[in-house]
């Protein structure tokens, strides 16, 4: 079956950039997503890209996807405190529903 | 606000009880989707309705059910709870399966 992996940790300094790596497994993935959880709050979707594009760029975000190595990653820019979360990594492809990875717990450091 | 509605937003209840959470999907959006989040594993799919009808199945129990009515909106009942089912859970509305809008979630705490 398909599966997401992500690390579980990153800890940056403010105003440094963070790098949220993910991996997935699923060959038929046609869209990847990047969602954000605050402590006690939803899930957020940040940014998608489609399996056909190698970068999207949105505000401070860029999605990198190396769809040879199936391997994906979300670049924030100037991280702020305020980008302290639980980022998901999630795609959909054979599945047709949403398979996501573990989670990586940002913490941005003053 | 992301459009889409789960009650209530917090569930205290015993073992062996039975509850119902519901979903109000993001107005246009056929397909709902439930997932369980708990720290042991993560985001879990649990089922897909379309239109009224199940569409796909995930790593939902047997003492699980769900189902989604003509206006669309969903309920997830978990009967025979045990300790193991306490754990956030969250409806997702999507349209043609790429905009995937979560709601707030439902905490569910069985003591």
């Known amino acids: 079956g398909e599966d997401v992996e992500q690390s579980l940790f990153l800890s940056v300094r403010e105003g440094d950039s963070s790098v949220i790596n993910c991996t997935y497994t699923d060959s038929s993935s046609t869209y990847l997503y990047w969602y954000k959880q605050e402590p006690g709050a939803g899930l957020q979707l940040l940014t998608y890209i489609f399996s056909n594009m190698d970068m999207k760029q949105d505000q401070r975000l860029t999605v990198l996807l190396n769809k040879k190595d199936k391997h994906l990653s979300l670049r924030i820019a100037d991280t702020q405190t305020g980008d302290s979360a639980i980022y998901f990594c999630a795609e959909t492809g054979s599945a047709r529903q949403l398979t996501f990875g573990s989670g990586t717990q940002l913490t941005v450091l003053p | 606000d992301s459009g889409v509605t789960q009650t209530p937003k917090h569930l205290i209840t015993a073992t062996g009880q039975r509850v119902t959470l519901r979903c109000s999907p993001r107005?246009?959006?056929?397909?709902v989707y439930w997932y369980q989040q708990s720290l042991d594993q993560g985001l879990q799919f649990l089922i897909q309705y379309y239109n009224g009808e199940e569409r796909a199945k995930g790593n939902i129990l047997e003492r699980f059910s769900a189902q989604q009515f003509p206006d669309l909106h969903s309920e997830l009942n978990l009967s025979s709870l045990e300790l193991g089912d306490s754990a956030l859970y969250f409806c997702a509305s999507s349209t043609e399966q790429l905009w995937y809008t979560f709601g707030s979630g439902t905490r569910l705490t069985v003591v």
């Open positions: 107005s246009g959006d056929l397909s």
